[in-house]
């Protein structure tokens, strides 16, 4: 068909009609490349000619309207180079990677099934997946090898727990989490990976790879009571302190009581106990003195690590004593979770957990400030 007739069937039918004009067009604008490349028209003679025609191979092209058959040039002296598929390829990768950011950010597979056909990508190849899932495991792998060019003063360590696909059955994974507050006050993540648990040996593990990377300056470790975190303070980060998160402590005192309306007192005391030692100790002794030994023998075990936030700058303290830094991330990743329903392997937990965390330690560093550093 020549031009005026692919336009006179567009005319009767648009949507076939507009794939074989973008057909034709796209086809011109190579054949006008490879006159362009040759140095000269089909079978034109001249001294400018710089190659000669050698056929077609037909290519496919995805685009908004469908999948164009085109007619791609060949030369046999030079390589035929066209913009045609390398421009389109830019549009493809940027829808990619927007429904790769849909589906990071929590939109279900279906609803993004139904946005990608309205941009005539039905059928996505698994190359293209492939592609998407290189280019984020790329991002993220840089991000989490980055080198800590500022010294971390306080360090916020926890773990969150995902269902992942091991064959044919789910297992529950630990994702360890890492973030510091830097020496200039702003937050910081710096590290997460996918663990059995959360044994010593994990979080050791973890640890010396942050100083692989330049982690130095640690005072303070703020964490929840997981026994395999202290063990692996102790070790890493000598001359640091622990410091047990007070919303977990209280929370580890409550399990040990157990009728309902006793909880609420209990609470409530602790509370109004928590920042002054003697105080607490006085409650565990009430405690052992009602009857609720297992309360008080908790208070006991972490009396020694539950103050220690008191050594730093008072205007610090409400933000050095728990862990609620973390919890944004928490929230983040496991607001995902409900969507996807589980993981199919560690590396896709790690590819949509990096992700979420690039995007929130960027807000974190281009964003206020923490804490401020020159109140000591």
Known sequence: MDLLSLIQYYLVDQKDGLKLLLTFLLNSVMQEEARQQAGAHPYERGIKRKAHRNGIRKRTLKTRVGELILDKPQLREISFETKVFERYSRVENALLMAIAESYIQGVSTRRIQNIVKEFGLENISASAVSRICTTLDEQVNEFLSRPIEMKIRYLFVDAVYFKVRNRSRYLNRALLIVTGVREDGYREILAIKVADSEGDGFWSDLFDELKERGLEGVELVISDGHKGIQEAVKTSFIGASWQLCTVHFIRAVLKTINKKDEKKEVARRLKEAIEDE?????????????????AADTIERYRF????????????????????????????????????????????????????????????ITGRRYLSMDEE
């Not at 105080?279 to 030994?293: F, P, T, V």
């Not at 409900?338 to 392997?345: D, F, H, K, L, S």
Request: proline content about 3%.
């Open 278 to 294: 003697v105080k607490m100790q006085k409650l565990a002794d009430d405690l052992r003195d009602e009857g609720k030994s297992k």
């Open 305 to 364: 690590d539950l103050w220690n936030y008191k050594a730093f700058p008072k205007a610090h303290w409400k933000r050095i004593r728990t862990t609620n830094v973390v919890e944004r991330i928490n929230k983040e990743l496991k607001r995902r979770t409900r969507v996807a329903g589980a993981y199919p392997n560690d590396r896709s937990l790690m590819r949509v957990a990096g992700s979420i965390v690039m995007d929130i330690n960027e807000e974190w």
